[in-house]
């Protein structure tokens, strides 16, 4: 598949995000650790997502679309399917911006999650737990409304407001050496890749995977986008499959992709809890599992890792921790 | 019984404790939470001594024991009965002074603060889980070794240690009309309690205990100290009862003593973890129980709380919740 052509967001539109969604965003504080220090021989920098709005990363780009849109097209509300916290972050972006949100969800969705986009205010419409269901449903949501449909990461919109998380985490640590994100549809992971090229050429950008869920792995390997077909993994964020954006971003700017076993996710998602007081989700626990699986170097080093969320069952991680 | 001519600590014992501690310790973060102001119809200011060092406010009163020793005391270790925080707090803050702690700790106490205890290199020995076998070990530890004991809470530059996390908050927030803390042996609550009157006059500092182990509230109400018998409490940290200096500390300057049910600890502990995404125990979440009861008046008011600390059992905490 030739990427070259792909119309990519830059620089310049991730300082426009980053100014755009300032007044809605939390500039989440950077944790530090010396248990992990210790652990990895080097300094590791927490950029803390699971405090962001929402409770992960997936505000800000949501935040960027939305007040992006002209007065006409917000007057006629927007709409996605989502699974997660895609769905919660567009409720939200739509109630600032005064407008409606209609979120196509599998019916299978964590009652959490449900539950947090009806208290934003959005319209929840049911679909089947498929690809096919959730695109079509969406098709007819934005045909019956008039809604801007909103994808949770292919889109140059999302993509650049994921990328302020990066802004922020290169402005307030300098010299890192690496940051690490995990790589599920790939807006995060495209839009930090983006911002580093650009802002500090010298930072390797480093996206983790599941084993379980390796298509971001798979895609860059074959040179062609490699969907997942019903992976199971424990992080839930990172089921979905790149995208034409998403799949050119990670060409063109990560480094490489390291992929992780479930039982480290859910050791370092464990050790997060326990260590550092803060409660992370599965899919935020993915880079520092690669780390502490000693797959990337990090002896000297300054390392950021971007903890992509927060937003958890906690009677189903009960359930997860006493499998572990 | 009368307590006008108890020697407690002062403003001046406080700043020189937060000058001690200050290259040992975290000056924490004060987090905010949009949706607990909302519930509550003001404003909440969360000292976060969850992210202390050990996960908890005990640190601090440790250390400023530890550092205030004599070179030639110090040689000799320090000694203490604990069953959880302030046994890890003495433990490192024995190691950084390069020093011994011997730690009695009774055979019932949780496993990760027994595993916490002994990572920090501190001797445990073991003792019957009864205030007795506590006293009669601890005793018999000094009188082999010549270690310094160093009591949890009844202790002066312990009560100094604990007033600097106020201290910071003061600092840091301004016009505070009211501090919640919770009060187990009274340390916190009277360190604070000192501080904000020394500091801030206008601050109310409001003490929140557990229904199941109200020896503060009946000792404050009888003019004596009422111990608790053996309370049945999730907030393993405020099963203890006063000591002679605490019970002074809280009668001179605490306003009140407000008291909550078990599943209102429970409630209010769940929703810190699931809302602002940090680990706090079970003792932590009193003082906002007793908020979101509406037991205190919070409306336009501007409120801290200190969070007392975040170590937990994750299994044992997960099944809590379960219960819920």
């Known amino acids: 598949m030739d990427t070259n052509n792909v119309d990519l967001p830059g620089e310049r539109d991730i300082r426009e995000a980053a100014a755009r969604i300032a007044p809605y965003t939390h500039r989440t504080p950077v944790m530090t650790s010396q248990y992990f220090d210790s652990l990895v021989a080097g300094q590791v920098f927490f950029k803390c997502e699971n405090f962001q709005k929402v409770g992960a990363f997936k505000f800000r780009g949501a935040a960027n679309a939305v007040f992006s849109l002209s007065d006409e097209e917000a007057a006629r509300g927007v709409a996605t399917h989502s699974s997660g916290n895609h769905a919660q972050a567009l409720a939200l972006a739509a109630r600032l911006r005064g407008t409606k949100a209609y979120i196509v969800m599998p019916s299978n969705a964590p009652r959490v999650k449900r539950q947090a986009v009806a208290d934003y205010g959005a319209e929840i419409i049911d679909c089947e737990a498929t690809v096919a269901s959730r695109e079509s449903t969406a098709e007819q949501v934005v045909a019956d ?6 994808h949770p990461y292919n889109d140059r919109r999302i993509i650049a407001g994921q990328g302020t998380a990066a802004l922020e985490l290169l402005d307030e640590v300098s010299g890192l050496d690496v940051i690490l994100v995990p790589v599920g549809g790939g807006g995060l992971a495209s839009g930090t890749a983006i911002a ?120 189903e991680t009960l359930r997860l921790f006493g499998e572990g």
């Open 145 to 150: 409304t008039g809604a801007t449909f909103i």
């Open 196 to 315: 580093a090229a650009a802002v500090s050429p010298s930072t390797r950008v480093i996206a983790a995977e599941p084993a379980e869920a390796d298509d971001a792995y798979r895609s860059l390997q074959s040179g062609r986008i490699e969907p997942s077909i019903n992976p199971r993994t424990i992080a839930d964020g990172l089921r979905t499959s790149l995208g034409e954006l998403t799949f050119a971003a990670l060409r063109r700017h990560v480094d490489s992709i390291v992929t992780v076993p479930e039982d480290a996710i859910r050791t370092a998602m464990r050790q997060v809890w326990e260590r550092m007081k803060i409660i992370i989700e599965p899919s935020a626990a993915v880079p520092l599992a690669a780390l502490l699986l000693g797959r990337i170097d990090t002896a000297g080093k300054r390392t950021g890792i971007i903890l992509s969320g927060g937003n958890v069952d906690l009677n």
